[in-house]
């Protein structure tokens, strides 16, 4: 039987397209997406991105083409800038595990389940963590100190951007009218610098920026100038140069303008930082700055940590889009867990005061 050049063509393409869709799980651009697969975890292969040991990484995706709405969740899990830092931090990317841990979502924020979750039908975009810079890093070839690893690839930052790309066109073409950016711990440090990549490339759409227990202090016996060492020649971080347009504070490091910076060039967007008042994970993270940055820190004071937290409320008071959550505790982060659903502070509940943020309502709730 002999078949036409056209047919053989015709079904080397229906092979091909079969092929492609055995692995649901898997896939390589956001475009790929069924209907099937709405409101579903999928991983999303991403050759632009990449893990602080090398290797090709990606980003987890659940897309409901019903909303107009996005939220982009930064996931948290230490720092690397030494040895002690560096040997705790995961450095690759197992995509089962990543697989795993999307498909684990639906008890955070981003649950479709809680009738109360104000996020429960938007558009969800999981950032895992293996750079080790606080999705802050532009550096191909970090060197780090103290027995710490060499020829690292801190690329956070680089991920981000590779993320945001991928969803342009997409968001554009579903015509997106409102995106929240947010993470715990070192997704909480990252959200920051993330909001910018984002509000780049989307100028119109409504934002907000929501930390969760990543703190920029202003004290400069906790932000040290070893830890603005590290942000800048360590990760290489891609900080903005326009500062001085639009903060009228004196600040020593860039990073601590961050939230006057913010507010004020982009005064339609919203920001929050919530924060336990004795977080002992982050006291313990800026033990190392308090130590400049010696490779077995002390902790920073319960005192001190909490006097660091009023401290960037006295600069958020004078802020109209910026507002803080602070609550009693040792405990750290909240959206990651049922923490989320059960903080309430003076009668007001972390989830309510989340939704108010992204309404444009801004209080300050302190327990």
């Not at 092929?19 to 475009?31: F, N, Q």
């Not at 968001?171 to 984002?198: C, K, M």
Request: proline residues 4%; negative net charge; aromatic residues 12%.
């Amino acid at each position: 039987m002999k078949y036409s050049f056209r047919t053989i063509i015709g079904l080397l393409f229906i092979l091909f397209f079969f092929s492609t869709c055995k692995d649901e799980e898997r896939i390589s651009t956001i475009e790929m997406l069924t209907i099937e697969q709405q409101k579903t975890w999928t991983w999303i292969d991403n050759a632009n991105m990449i893990s602080r040991a090398g290797e090709t990484m990606g980003y987890g995706a659940s897309m409901n083409t019903q909303s107009k709405k996005l939220l982009i969740y930064l996931e948290g899990g230490g720092a690397c800038f030494n040895g002690i830092t560096c040997a705790t931090n995961p450095n690759g990317s197992d995509v089962s595990a990543e697989i795993a841990t999307v498909e684990g979502l639906n008890k955070r924020i981003m649950s479709r389940e809680n009738s109360n979750n104000r996020f429960k039908d938007w558009n969800f975009v999981y950032v895992p963590y293996v750079t080790g810079d606080v999705h802050m890093g532009n550096n191909q070839n970090a060197n780090l100190p103290d027995g710490g690893p060499s020829e690292q690839k801190m690329m956070g930052y680089a991920n981000l951007t590779a993320i945001v790309n991928d969803l342009k066109d997409y968001a554009i073409r579903n015509d997106f009218d409102e995106i929240l950016v947010t993470g715990i711990s070192a997704g909480g440090f990252g959200v920051y610098l993330s909001f910018l990549q984002v509000a780049e490339v989307f100028p119109n759409i409504q934002l907000t920026a929501l930390v969760d227990s990543g703190p920029i202090f202003l004290d400069t016996s906790l932000f040290t100038e070893c830890f603005d060492d590290i942000i800048n020649n360590t990760w290489k971080t891609p900080l903005p140069t326009d500062t001085e347009a639009y903060v009228d504070g004196s600040y020593p490091y860039v990073p601590q303008a961050i939230y006057e910076y913010t507010s004020k060039k982009y005064p339609n967007a919203n920001f929050g930082l919530m924060s336990n008042y004795s977080d002992s994970v982050i006291r313990y993270f800026y033990g190392y700055p308090k130590s400049d940055c010696n490779a077995v820190p002390g902790f920073v004071t319960a005192g001190e940590f909490r006097d660091g937290l009023m401290e960037i409320k006295s600069i958020t008071d004078d802020l109209p889009n910026w507002s803080v959550y602070f609550t009693e505790g040792t405990g750290h982060t909240y959206l990651g867990g049922d923490t989320y659903e059960n903080t309430s502070v003076n009668g007001i509940a972390l989830n309510d005061w989340v939704e108010d943020i992204t309404l444009g309502k801004h209080e300050n709730v302190l327990e």
